[in-house]
């Protein structure tokens, strides 16, 4: 690194907006869906005609407080809604519903594990429940700009952090597992492209060792994990330049510029609004009894932390697998449906399930830019060629050939089909004379490399085990086709 850029220490705290996966809005009953056509999920009292009144929906009161115990906060017994007021074309009450002084959840932490293994605690300061904006459209055409009412009051979340991150790898891991958690809970779709999960970062320098904390500046809305990261780079570069220039930060409120991957400033203190904040008086006080607070409690799932110990102790896996397998709840949900389907629950063939859905399951998503519910082999199909493999009735190279027959399937009775006549003609050869005649073969085709071989280059083994499994249509048992090679590699 640099040795100017080693002297800083960058500060930053996140603020992060959640939408909350309710069927309607916040205080009303139009439908929050994204994809609606524009201006269609609107009443009066969204778009804040005078004399209507809101009607908070307990369902956000619900997931905020999941989210609160999640992160371990506090839950405010009584809490009571603010009017966040401003003028805005897409927002046509003129104020925007939020918690100010009261937020429902605070003092909570979010423990993260860094690259060194390290276990880090990330302050949670508040979290509390507000509703979106509507959504004004600039570049639709030159003269003219549109807004789109349909987002007004959508229930979001905010969820702000103590100034504890110390680098873009830390803001990154504490997003991450932001958005793990959230979709987890079930309250978040985590789609940052669409912006149900979006994140403002607090960024401050200081040089090393120095105890206060540098002025901040405010990069808004970044709509993507790669965002996020290359706009704190950013930002860190542009104030340590300045400092070191002799010049001096000034809070302002940033926008990142994604092409050119820099900060800019658009909004200083000065310009800074009153918000003019008090309380709401057309909403009654938000009363959490500790018998909804213990109901909430005993129906929260298992999070990533817990079903990771347990994956490898239940299924013997090693950390790595279930580690990546239970980043994602419905994959995790994926793995264990093809493990409970197995015939034989044995070690072996819970490492076989790991190994498909690890590389076979996640590849076709990857591919195909789809999640784990979208795709079209359900899990017990998955444990159909795991038993198989497990068996020994096919190799692991037909295995995958299998799973690649199987996805062009269209029912689960059309798979099974598929799957039984795949099996029967990959079915692994295991008759010793049959493998050995292909065995021979390959040496008598390959005389240098078994020169080479024999003169200590034992690495070539893996070398005829390919051209055997090739020879073989992946059909060879590998086992057997070891013990002959290397009886032949010996007695050539
Ligand atoms: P505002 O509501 O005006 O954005 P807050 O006091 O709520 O102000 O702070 C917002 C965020 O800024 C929090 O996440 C907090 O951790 C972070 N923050 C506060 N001071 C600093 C600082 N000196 N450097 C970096 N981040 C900071
Ligand atoms: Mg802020
Ligand atoms: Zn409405």
Known sequence: MDPVISKYEPVIGLEIHAQMKTKSKAFCKCSTEFHSSPNSNVCPVCLGYPGTLPVLNENLVDHIIRMGIALNCSIREVSIFARKNYFYPDLSKGYQITQFETPICTDGYLDITLKNKEVKRIGITRIHMEEDAGKSIHDFND?????????CGVPLIEIVSEPDIRSTEEAFLYLSKIRQTLVYLEINDGNMEEGSLRCDANISVR??????????????????????????????????????????????TM????????????????????????????????????????????????FPDARCSRFMKEYSLPFSDSDEITQDKFFADYFEVAVSGLKSKDETSYRIVSNIVRAEVRRVLNEQKI?????????????????????????????????????????????????????????????????ESVVIKI??????????????????AGFFVGKIMQESHGKANPKIVNELLLKNLETE
């Open 443 to 460: 040496l008598d085709e390959n005389p240098k490399e078994v020169q080479r071989y024999k003169g200590g280059e034992k690495k070539l």
């Open 255 to 302: 926008t990142f510029n994604a092409k050119e991957k820099t900060t800019s400033a658009t909004r200083s203190k000065e310009e800074a609004h009153d918000y003019r904040y008090f309380p709401e008086p057309d909403l009654v006080k938000v009363t959490v009894t500790e018998d909804w607070k213990q109901k909430i409690i005993e129906s929260l799932p298992e």
């Open 143 to 151: 003269d003219e700009s549109l807004v789109d009412f349909n987002r």
């Open 207 to 252: 040089l090393k060792g120095e105890k206060e904390f540098g002025t901040r500046c405010e990069i808004k809305n970044l709509n993507s994990f790669k965002n996020v990261s290359d706009a704190i780079d950013a930002e860190i570069f542009r104030q340590i330049k300045l400092i070191e220039s002799g010049g001096k930060v000034v809070f302002n």
């Open 371 to 435: 999640n784990i519910k979208e795709f079209n082999i359900p899990g017990k199909i998955i444990s159909m060629i795991a038993d198989s493999v497990s068996s020994g009735k096919v190799s692991v190279t037909a295995s995958k050939e299998i799973f690649n027959i199987l996805l062009k399937g269209n029912s689960e009775e059309e798979m099974i089909s598929l799957f039984k006549k795949a099996e029967s003609d990959l079915s692994q050869i295991s008759d010793s004379s049959e493998i």
